[in-house]
Each structure stands twice: as C-alpha cells, then as structure tokens.
C-alpha cells in the first residue's frame, strides 16, 4: 500500500478515534470558573487544540480556526502563569540565598569586631599595667633626654 494512501488512513481514524472520544467527554468549563491545577488546566486545553486541529485539518473552517487561536492564546496565558510562577519561586529562592549570605556576612563581621575588641582589651589592659613606662619613654622622646 502506498505511503499516501497509508498516512491518509491513519489520519482518518485518528480523527474518528479523536471525535468519538470527544463525544464521550463532556466539554471542560471556562477556566474562569474551574479549581484546576494549571498543569491539569494545560492539558486540558492542548487536548481540545488537539481535538480543532485535527478538525480543522479534516475539514478547513473560519469558526475551527478562530477556536484554534483562542486554545492558543489560552495556553499562552497559561505558559506565561507557570512563567511568572516559577520567576516568583526563582526571586523567593535567591532572596532567601541573599539573606543567607548577608547574615553569614554578619556573622563574619561579628568576629572580626570580637577580635578586634580582644585586641583592644589586650591592649589597654598593657597601656595600663605598663603605664609608667609608656609616659617615661614618651617624656624621653619629647625632651630629648
């Protein structure tokens, strides 16, 4: 059998496979009013895309076209939501990361601080306990003696 001929019929019960299964399930809701997951909610509407090409590829129609651009735009708005989801979790995601980083930053600056008080404690309590001395040399230095 030709390859045409072939394909031609693999199309035509495609597509009545495609219409019987579409009989049999009730038509889905506008998305307006459905509580569907958006994965769910996509799949819906690429199966009716599914079902108005195929109709449309069997028997061309301005209506069958129009619904095929409005499934479109649909699922566009609906890729564009997942989208804006996932850049949503990504700036949740990089905000925590951020706020990571910033308290480790803190946290590196309070050592520093800490050794830097030690530091200074150190080094008042030897001013203080060598206090004489330190003023003897400094007087040195002044008066040239």
């Known amino acids: ?3 045409f001929i072939r394909y031609c019929l693999s199309a035509v019960l495609s597509l009545t496979a495609l219409a019987l299964s579409a009989q049999a399930q009730p038509r889905h809701a506008p998305a307006t ?4 997951a958006p994965s ?8 009716e895309l599914n079902r108005l090409v195929a109709l449309y590829r069997a ?3 301005e209506s069958l076209r129009t619904q095929i651009r409005t499934e479109l735009n649909v699922l566009f708005e609906i890729n564009l939501g997942e989208k804006e989801a996932e850049i949503a979790a ?3 995601e990089l905000a ?6 910033q308290q480790q930053a ?7 601080m800490q050794t830097l008080l030690s530091q200074a404690e150190k080094t008042l309590q ?3 306990s060598n206090r004489e001395s330190i003023v003897n040399q400094r007087l040195a230095e002044l008066l040239g003696s």
Do not use: C, D, G, W
Not at 33 to 36: G, S
Not at 96 to 101: G, K, P, R, W, Y
Not at 106 to 111: F, P, S, T
């Open 59 to 61: 028997a061309p129609a």
């Open 126 to 128: 030897f001013r203080r």
């Open 33 to 36: 009013t459905q509580r569907v």
């Open 106 to 112: 803190y946290q590196a600056q309070i050592r520093e």
């Open 90 to 92: 990504l700036r949740e």
């Open 40 to 47: 769910a909610l996509k799949h819906q509407h690429e199966a």
């Open 96 to 101: 925590s990361l951020q706020q990571q980083n």
């Open 1 to 3: 059998m030709p390859l």
